[in-house]
């Protein structure tokens, strides 16, 4: 899913990529740039993003079962937060362990990862927010018709795997989107998907990347 680059992000991206010499710690920076915040001494500096109307709408959008993978920490909770506003519960899975917001059909976590094995049977509408590598492989979300990266991490596997848990026998189709905020988020994906290792990113690829 394509969004317009707004001026004022990819200033930022540019003058990021002009004072970095470090092509995995410059890719760091502008996917949190990407997602709306930059970390300053261990705590997240937060603002809006366009991905996080983008993603509103998703989830306006589609009912039922729906998936959000993040890559921080501090995007994860900024998507948690979105998906409770437009009137989702929310089973959160990340480094912290699994959380399930209290307003909704589940009471229980076990309850929660029960029901994203089938699809809705009512108006509950339940998603899933976590990490990619988060879950592990035997997470079993096939009742889950959509699929939102809001942000990837660096790691083919946890693509991979992530994009695996809810295509799994009695799936009835599921479809993938990826925000795309900054160039470099496409560079990204492609990157993955290619199962090309971006630790051996350099810094005039990233350029180029940003145009």
């Known amino acids: 899913l394509g969004l317009n680059d707004s001026r004022r992000f990819i200033r930022a991206a540019r003058l990021l990529a002009m004072t970095s010499n470090s092509a995995i710690e410059l890719l760091n920076q502008l996917r949190q740039l990407s997602d709306g915040f930059q970390y300053s001494d261990g705590a997240p500096l937060t603002a809006a993003s366009p991905k996080d109307q983008a993603l509103l709408d998703l989830l306006e959008r589609h009912e039922g079962r729906f998936i959000v993978y993040a890559a921080y920490t501090a995007s994860v909770d900024k998507c948690v937060q979105l998906a409770e506003r437009a009137g989702w519960q929310v089973l959160r899975c990340d480094g912290r362990g699994f959380h399930l917001s209290l307003k909704g059909a589940y009471r229980t976590v076990e309850e929660a990862l029960l029901a994203l094995q089938r699809p809705s049977d009512g108006?509950?509408?339940?998603?899933?927010?976590?990490?990619?590598?988060?879950?592990?492989?035997?997470?079993?979300?096939?009742?889950?018709?959509?699929l939102c990266y809001y942000s990837n991490d660096f790691n083919a596997e946890s693509r991979w795997q992530s994009e695996a848990r809810p295509q799994r026998p009695g799936n009835c189709g599921l479809t993938i989107y990826d925000l795309i905020n900054l160039p470099t988020d496409l560079y990204v994906v492609s990157n993955l998907q290619k199962k090309k290792d971006l630790q051996v990113a350099t810094v005039d690829e990233i350029r180029k990347a940003l145009g």
């Open 123 to 146: 108006d509950d509408l339940l998603c899933f927010v976590g990490q990619p590598g988060a879950g592990g492989m035997g997470l079993n979300m096939q009742g889950v018709s959509a």
